[in-house]
């Protein structure tokens, strides 16, 4: 039975443009239902109520079925597909990547590039402009990681692109944004463009 794809999104956010990546190269067909994060649209009573409770976004819902969490909905498209490797260790090497950019590179290389692209610093609040320098520094620790990694690897898992490389492609190809220099890290833009020659890549919005 096909199921039907709706993803309920913002379009300025990596977490939601990962899973338009991922239905794009797996050619998977993607309705989607666009919020305005920045004026409080994920935060009525009829999306808490109707889409997802905590009234966050991306949430891919499968016909009559919500499922939030950006790599839990990357993982739902491409179970048994080329993304997801068959092999264990692999597999299991593929989701330490994907822990490590939910734990250790979204919420420093997105967040600031939320802040200072969307926000504005001057309208940051005093605790979140005290946490600048620390997320800078947590970020390129990040980034540098991901470098050293890329020096001796095409892809961050195996031989081939996996879903490692599409949920850290959208934050990490933006991170300029967030004040971090990406030209410092070669072996990171030599990768982003391995991820943009992909047949049926889509770029972010």
């Not at 920045?38 to 409770?53: I, Q, S």
């Not at 940051?124 to 390129?140: E, F, N, P, V």
């Not at 300029?176 to 943009?196: K, M, N, P, T």
Request: overall charge negative.
């Amino acid at each position: 039975m096909t199921e039907n794809y709706t993803l309920h999104e913002d379009p300025r956010s990596g977490n939601c443009y990962k899973i338009k990546l991922t239905a794009a190269l797996l050619g998977l067909p993607l309705e989607t239902k666009q919020y305005n994060i920045l004026k409080g649209e994920t935060r009525t009573p009829d999306f808490m109520a109707n889409v997802n409770p905590s009234g966050r976004i991306p949430v891919l819902q499968i016909d009559d079925k919500f499922l939030p969490e950006s790599n839990a909905a990357c993982w739902y498209l491409a179970e048994k597909s080329a993304l997801i490797p068959d092999d264990r260790f692999a597999r299991a090497e593929m989701l330490r990547w994907m822990f490590f950019e939910q734990y250790s590179h979204e919420p420093n290389v997105a967040t600031l590039r939320f802040w200072m692209q969307f926000v504005g610093e001057a309208n940051l609040s005093d605790q979140q402009r005290l946490q600048i320098m620390a997320k800078r520094t947590a970020g390129a620790e990040a980034l540098s990681l991901m470098d050293s990694h890329l020096a001796a690897h095409k892809w961050m898992t195996g031989d081939a692109v996996s879903l490692a490389d599409i949920v850290l492609y959208p934050y990490t190809h933006v991170a300029d944004a967030g004040g971090f220099q990406l030209a410092d890290y070669r072996h990171i833009c030599s990768w982003i463009e391995r991820v943009e020659a992909l047949p049926d890549f889509i770029a972010m919005d």
